[in-house]
């Protein structure tokens, strides 16, 4: 019902910028949630940051004050800007929206982002 599209990953060096778009659409109900989710090799998918329809944010510790969500509630997307970039960032993130009804989520395929100098 919710269709999630995730974009703008990439291969950048040490200490770069990142910006990610995810968009849902084709959903009938109203979206609760988006989030960004990353997994490494060998890790679990762990929560990288989200972002309620009334703007309350949360960050994994790893991230606090080099990465910033953000939402475009008319449009349905979700941003994640991800600065001074470390190697241990590498990983496919996923873009995930929750709707209010029956707390039901959707993903997208997800994004390589790689960190290498």
């Known amino acids: 019902q919710v269709q999630v599209v995730e974009s703008g990953g990439g291969l950048v060096q040490p200490g770069g910028s990142l910006r990610l778009s995810c968009a849902a659409s084709?959903?009938?109900?109203?979206?609760?949630?988006m989030g960004w989710y990353r997994q490494a090799p060998g890790k679990q998918r762990e929560l990288v940051a989200g972002i309620t329809n009334g703007g309350s944010t949360n960050y994994a510790d790893s991230v606090k004050g080099r990465f910033t969500i953000s939402r475009d509630n008319a449009k349905n997307t979700v941003y994640l800007q991800m600065n001074s970039l470390k190697p241990e960032d590498t990983a496919v993130y996923y873009c995930?929206?929750?709707?209010?009804?029956?707390?039901?989520?959707?993903w997208g395929q997800g994004t390589q982002v790689t960190v290498s100098s």
């Open positions: 995930n929206a929750r709707v209010w009804h029956y707390d039901n989520s959707y």
């Open positions: 084709g959903s009938r109900f109203v979206i609760k949630t």
